[in-house]
């Protein structure tokens, strides 16, 4: 029988991900004058993982890698040499090898052969280093046998089997014996020969089974066949004429092919010559990885976001239905249909309850999104020659999973920037009586139906006259008196830039505008807080979900449009001596004395209206890109959620609308793009008859 591999390959892939992740978090987190020795311990067991699992699939360049990633940890965490920052960065080059080489696996595709041959290189020379530890542990590590005994009801078989093969890898195994009999009933029990800690094996087993169900403690050194005599009463597991096979998925130490020289004895199981028989149980224990990973992880279990989505759009669905359902039931009588009412009520709740409880399965916490920064700033202030210490706040605050991938270069570019403009170099620090070393801080918070991200520095703050200089060279129109607010605004342009030398950092002015354009794509906003040689503060507000929006309703003429609720500041019903024609500015109404352009929506999508008077409708103002702008509508009609529809996959992009809903009477409302509806926006909103053909599609 053959098996297909390429099936468990995205299982191998998502975890494959998540080993080099906690990789890189302990290599950063890593203490260089006094390194545990559980830091080591948790690097090697994810390089060893990594190790065997991509040796299973044939992805041998990610397996000769990892072999030398293995073998100089283990050095490591035998105290035989000492850890430096050399080694640190060749350990995180490794990761980035294994990241890229993963990636192209993802992608079917051969990865280059040279970089991983060059951190093998590196890797090998360190390895052979004789560097002598830079301080040894209170007592050196020594060697000790273990018994290690698991009831057998506690777990199914194949996890204990997998357990006590990933016990393997960590010393030399004795004895490995399954009783159907014994003085404690049903067990499995494995004797290791291991520099290991009790804790440390515990913590292992503990994984996979409870505490009670677990019983480790230290016997008398024995060998391998004196072992198997002691506990004459268990089964063998495998004959003994039978070969080693590759191994199955991070449950062996080497595949045949590869690196073998670092091997851990007795750590192999073996099997038949018929190699449909290795491949079938190579392939049924990767499915009882899933297995033992779904029981870790108290329950959980992965699932493809592209189910996530479709389940999302049909309680979208669900809810459109069911507001249709307690529209019709407005008509009915309250006596003779009282219970379908109730029902109706009912229905409403749990619709509710469900959509909310289907959304938080998008939800991630802002630790994803933190997560790659440590790197960023590491790497990037030992190239400025900057000491920076990088703080975060508020990880667990969670954001819709499109969100966050889409805020990462946002983000990216907030920090390389406040590394490289804001934090100064440690002796203009210290000039300017400040500490040597830089704090940047990122924090998430949620307020309201808002999500507040913020990039902070004690840096030089942004300097004011320095940016209305290359204003003014770039030929924009500014003035002295122009707001700090209005002069922090002009960094958003495409092109700006105040650096004096163009770098790989920065320079070329294509930093800051892709933030503001990106975050406005998500339906937020950036506000820019500096004052000069304190620091800055960039706050990007962003909607908590991609899939929901509460909007505002608005009649022009026969048709319904949703406004979002974020980008208004309120509504009024103007005074005709409040109406003032400004050159410049055309008609305006005076709001509180501030003069504020009028935009007709009836006129700017060519409908007919009764309301041709501005004091017989409604002004609604909004704020966009900084600037109050009054929606003349003829009504609003109410506060409402509605599910976000793309207009793009449904039609096609529209000028001035950014998505599409269907309300509870099967009408279709067009959700408007404030931002496009500025008296001076470049991107002018479509006609009456090209909104129609979008309703349509949608429908």
Not at 109 to 118: D, I, K, L, V, W
Not at 312 to 333: C, F, K, P, W
Not at 676 to 689: C, D, I, K, N
Request: charged share 25%; aromatic share 4%.
């Amino acid at each position: 029988m053959t098996i297909d591999m390429t099936r468990f390959y995205q299982v191998f892939f998502d975890e494959t991900e998540e080993h080099l992740a906690a990789m890189e978090s302990l290599l950063l987190a890593l203490d260089l004058s006094s390194p545990g020795s559980e830091d080591f311990d948790a690097i090697f067991r994810a390089a060893h993982s990594i190790k065997g699992s991509s040796g299973t699939f044939g992805f041998n360049d990610m397996t000769d890698v990892t072999h030398e990633l293995e073998t100089l940890l283990d050095r490591l965490r035998k105290h035989e040499i000492s850890i430096d920052a050399v080694m640190i960065d060749a350990f995180l080059q490794a990761r980035d090898v294994l990241k890229a080489q993963l990636e192209e696996h993802r992608q079917g595709r051969t990865a280059p052969s040279e970089p991983a041959a060059e951190i093998v290189a590196m890797l090998r020379a360190l390895s052979k280093a004789a560097h002598a530890p830079a301080a040894r542990p209170e007592a050196t590590a020594t060697e000790r046998t273990v018994q290690i005994e698991i009831q057998r009801d506690a777990a199914e078989q194949v996890h204990i089997e997998r357990l006590f093969e990933e016990l393997g890898a960590m010393g030399k195994v004795q004895s490995t014996k399954h009783a159907d009999k014994s003085p404690e009933g049903a067990c499995s029990r494995l004797v290791l020969t291991t520099v290991e800690s009790v804790a440390t094996l515990r913590e292992l087993c503990e994984f996979v089974v409870s505490g009670a169900a677990c019983k480790i403690e230290e016997v008398a050194a024995t060998e391998p066949a004196q072992a198997e005599e002691a506990y004459g009463f268990f089964v063998d597991l495998a004959p003994v004429d039978e070969k080693p096979v590759e191994a199955a998925y991070g449950f062996f130490e080497d595949a045949p092919g590869t690196p073998s020289s670092g091997a851990d004895p007795g750590v192999g199981r073996r099997a038949t010559d018929d190699p449909s028989v290795a491949v079938a149980r190579a392939g049924r224990r990767a499915s009882d990885k899933v297995a033992v990973s779904a029981q870790a992880e108290g329950s959980s279990i992965r699932v493809g976001v592209d189910k996530v989505d479709k389940l999302i759009n049909l309680v979208g669905e669900l809810v459109i239905t069911q507001a249709m359902l307690v529209q019709s039931g407005r008509d009915l009588d309250p006596v003779l249909h009282s219970k379908l009412l109730d029902g109706l009520l009912q229905l409403d709740r749990n619709t509710r309850d469900l959509q909310e409880s289907v959304m938080s399965i998008r939800m991630m916490p802002m630790s994803f999104a933190f997560s790659r920064y440590p790197r960023v700033v590491r790497d990037l202030a030992a190239k400025m020659g900057k000491r920076v210490e990088l703080k975060t706040e508020g990880e667990a605050t969670e954001l819709d999973k499109g969100v966050i991938e889409k805020l990462a270069d946002p983000l990216t570019h907030l920090v390389r920037n406040s590394l490289d403009h804001g934090i100064e170099l440690p002796e203009v620090r210290v000039a300017a009586g400040k500490a040597p070393q830089g704090t940047l801080k990122l924090s998430a918070f949620q307020q309201g139906g808002s999500v507040f991200v913020r990039v902070e520095d004690d840096g030089a703050g942004l300097n004011r006259a320095r940016i209305l200089e290359k204003a003014r060279e770039r030929g924009m129109t500014v003035s002295d008196s122009m707001s700090d607010l209005e002069v922090w605004e002009l960094i958003f342009q495409a092109g700006f830039s105040t650096a004096e030398v163009v770098t790989d950092v920065s320079g070329r002015g294509v930093g800051m505008d892709v933030v503001a354009r990106n975050i406005k794509a998500l339906g937020g906003r950036v506000d820019v807080e500096s004052e000069p040689g304190k620091g800055t503060r960039v706050t990007v507000r962003l909607p908590l979900t991609l899939a929901i929006l509460d909007g505002l309703s608005l009649a022009v003429g026969d048709e319904l449009y949703i406004l979002p609720l974020a980008c208004i500041v309120e509504s009024l019903q103007p005074a005709a001596q409040d109406i003032n024609t400004i050159a410049g500015l055309g008609r305006t109404v005076r709001v509180r004395g501030e003069y504020l352009p009028i935009v007709a929506l009836h006129e700017l999508f060519g409908l007919e209206t009764q309301c041709t008077k501005v004091e017989q409708g409604i002004v609604v103002i909004i704020e966009a890109d900084g600037r109050k702008t009054a929606l003349l509508v003829d009504a609003l009609v109410g506060q409402q959620q509605v599910v976000i529809k793309s207009l793009e996959s449904n039609y096609r992009k529209v000028p001035g609308v950014s998505g599409a809903t269907i309300l509870g009477d099967g009408r279709v409302a067009l959700i408007l793009d404030a931002a496009a509806l500025a008296p001076r926006s470049p991107a002018r909103p479509a006609h009456a008859a090209e909104l129609a053909e979008a309703a349509i599609a949608v429908a």
